[in-house]
């Protein structure tokens, strides 16, 4: 019924023949100004976001920040291309310095000539240099897009024309404006603020983990009824903030004795499992051993053998420094405490007994992969 009722009253209304005409005649028109609109919007916001900008790169970092290729990663994954290209006109530096309890990052822009476009600096209260790199390459993506951008909309508009006048056929050609210089006013170049926010749509970059592994050496107190030397293997996974570390240590065989001479040798087999907190140089573990100890009585009549179990667990503190980006030296303490405790007897008098706290001081030595 209601289909009806809207039929009848298009029909009682007729428009007349010249009306439609001029209707139709004007919606093909605005379809067409419509469309224009859209390819010359789409134009350029695709050119903004997608336009190929190249820039060379010149990187100085600390031995503990990323390497060249690891910053060429950070930005490249947020732009989604390699903006970086030994044969580009225009320069861009990075350097990165300490100053006392501080990190600054710098970011300067040369043009073609070698002429200063622009500059700005990066302070962070921080020894954490991987995140002042990610705040760096986070920056230098901003300013890349908006140099593409601007380059692209300079190419779509192009220079304004003189309708008044014709070109004279012997002027010389001017040579084209580079399209990546950031100032705005030809007496005093302004850099692009490093404040802007980034475009949404990028996907956060994850840091690969660094693989480690070396070779340390410690020294054992209450593990023994002397101070113990020990040896270990140890391997590490590390993230940003995150590590997950095993070794396995061996100690060098001590001997206690009682009075007369009579004694016993003894000596650890441990595996350990720790996992830290990294602070850059500062790191803060919990750990747990595990493993035996091996006793043999020595300069007595009918010498025995024993082996005890041995756990313990507890906490470490250590302080790293990289050289050259692959190597590491660590020094570290433990305080450990012992939920097992055994003891040692010979001819059924004891001889020494483990106590309840134990400590190691000791130093590593090992190569990063990362």
């Not at 290729?69 to 291309?81: C, I, K, R």
């Not at 300013?143 to 220079?159: F, M, S």
Request: proline share 8%.
């Amino acid at each position: 019924m209601t289909s009806r009722v809207h039929s009848s009253l298009f029909t009682r209304h007729p428009l007349p023949r010249g009306s439609r005409r001029v209707i139709l005649a004007r919606a093909k028109l605005l379809l067409c100004a419509c469309g224009a609109y859209a390819s010359t919007l789409g134009a350029l916001i695709s050119g903004a976001h997608g336009a190929p900008y190249t820039v060379r790169l010149d990187y100085a970092g600390r031995p503990d920040c990323p390497d060249t290729e690891d910053f060429t990663a950070l930005v490249s994954a947020q732009l989604g291309y390699q903006p970086f290209v030994d044969e580009a006109p225009d320069r861009v530096s990075i350097h990165i310095v300490s100053r006392g309890a501080v990190l600054e990052g710098r970011i300067e822009w040369r043009d073609v000539n070698g002429g200063w476009v622009g500059d700005q600096s990066v302070p962070m209260a921080s020894k954490d240099c991987r995140r002042l790199a990610r705040a760096l390459a986070a920056a230098l993506v901003v300013q890349i897009e908006l140099l593409a951008a601007t380059a692209v909309h300079d190419a779509a508009t192009g220079p304004p024309k003189d309708t008044n006048h014709l070109p004279e056929a012997s002027a010389p050609e001017t040579a084209p404006r580079s399209p990546t210089t950031i100032s705005t006013s030809p007496t005093k170049p302004r850099p692009v603020p490093l404040g802007a926010q980034r475009p949404m749509g990028y996907a956060r970059l994850r840091p690969r983990p660094v693989f480690t592994l070396g070779l340390g050496a410690s020294i054992g107190v209450g593990m023994s009824s002397s101070p113990i030397f020990l040896g270990r293997l140890v391997g590490s996974l590390a993230w940003q903030y995150l590590a997950v570390e095993l070794d396995a240590e061996v100690s060098v065989p001590s001997t206690t004795r009682r009075a007369d001479g009579a004694g016993f040798a003894q000596q650890h087999l441990l595996a350990s499992a720790a996992g830290c907190a990294l602070l850059t140089p500062w790191n803060a573990c919990l750990l747990t051993k595990v493993g035996e100890v091996r006793m043999a009585g020595t300069d007595i009549d009918r010498p025995a053998s024993a082996v005890a179990p041995v756990l313990e667990a507890g906490a470490r503190v250590g302080i790293g420094q990289i050289f050259r980006r692959r190597f590491l030296i660590d020094a570290h303490a433990d305080g450990l405490a012992n939920p097992i405790r055994w003891s040692a007897t010979l001819d059924r008098i004891l001889v020494w007994s483990a106590p309840r706290f134990s400590a190691v001081i000791g130093v590593d030595a090992a190569v990063r992969f990362p």
